[in-house]
């Protein structure tokens, strides 16, 4: 399985750019990465998937350098309601049997 | 589209007793996960069914817990007895298939504190 590394922990101001890098050396060649969210009391919230380049939808982008050996989960002009954990994950092969392993996770801080 | 239900959503047991959780996955998922996560801690993978057969449960303590999910649709996780380290959140998830290019839509969980 493909081990992720990320920053244990971020602060940031209401309104700026966050950029989340992770770290997954030994990524395959049919991974996918993905990204979930999670508020205390909730379960982790998909937030975006890519393979490679980039890409964006109405919540994030994310960027994907072309040897995919790390990611980066941008997230524009965060508000208070962006403080939670992210995950970064890479998935087992397309045959389908091997299970997203979960880090330690990111926990964002967004301060007022 | 209904999400992944749980319940019960919290549960205070004392140690030694047994407690189970329900889930019910999206209509037409085929995979199925149970997590487990501790304070703190990324969600830990207990079990994942495909459809109603096991695909991994190298992680599930075996003495202790146990999974089913009947009829390839809902799922129920079963500890007995249970022990103070158990205290944690149990996440459901599922998603369409299994392989890594799906997404995987997790429940709210239930939370166990036991005593």
């Known amino acids: 399985l493909a081990k992720t590394t990320q920053p244990i922990s971020m602060d940031s101001y209401e309104g700026q750019e966050v950029n989340i890098t992770c770290s997954h050396n030994?990524?395959?060649?049919?991974?996918?990465i993905t990204w979930y969210q999670q508020f205390p009391s909730q379960g982790p919230r998909f937030i975006i998937q890519g393979y490679k380049t980039k890409v964006t939808n109405e919540v994030a982008s994310l960027f994907i350098p072309a040897d995919r050996k790390s990611s980066t989960l941008s997230l524009p002009r965060v508000s208070l309601s962006d403080t939670a954990v992210y995950y970064c994950?890479?998935?087992?092969?397309?045959?389908?049997?091997?299970?997203?392993?979960f880090g330690k996770g990111t926990r964002l801080s967004v301060i007022a | 589209e209904a999400g992944v239900a749980q319940s019960p959503r919290y549960k205070i047991i004392e140690k030694r007793q047994s407690v189970a959780f329900w889930c019910n996955p999206i209509?037409?998922?085929?995979?199925l996960y149970w997590y487990q996560q501790i304070l703190g801690q990324g969600p830990k993978l207990l079990i994942q069914?495909?459809?109603?057969?096991?695909?991994?449960d190298s992680q599930l303590p075996k003495d202790r817990f146990s999974a089913e999910r009947l009829k390839g649709v809902d799922s129920t996780l079963k500890i007995q007895p249970a022990k103070l380290e158990d205290s944690a959140v149990y996440l459901c998830?599922?998603?369409?298939?299994?392989?890594?290019?799906?997404?995987?839509?997790f429940g709210e969980g239930s939370w166990l504190t036991v005593v």
């Open positions: 209509s037409g998922h085929a995979t």
């Open positions: 998830a599922s998603s369409l298939r299994a392989s890594s290019g799906n997404t995987i839509y």
């Open positions: 069914f495909q459809n109603n057969g096991v695909v991994d």
């Open positions: 030994n990524i395959a060649t049919n991974d996918y």
């Open positions: 994950l890479v998935g087992g092969p397309n045959s389908g049997n091997t299970p997203l392993v």
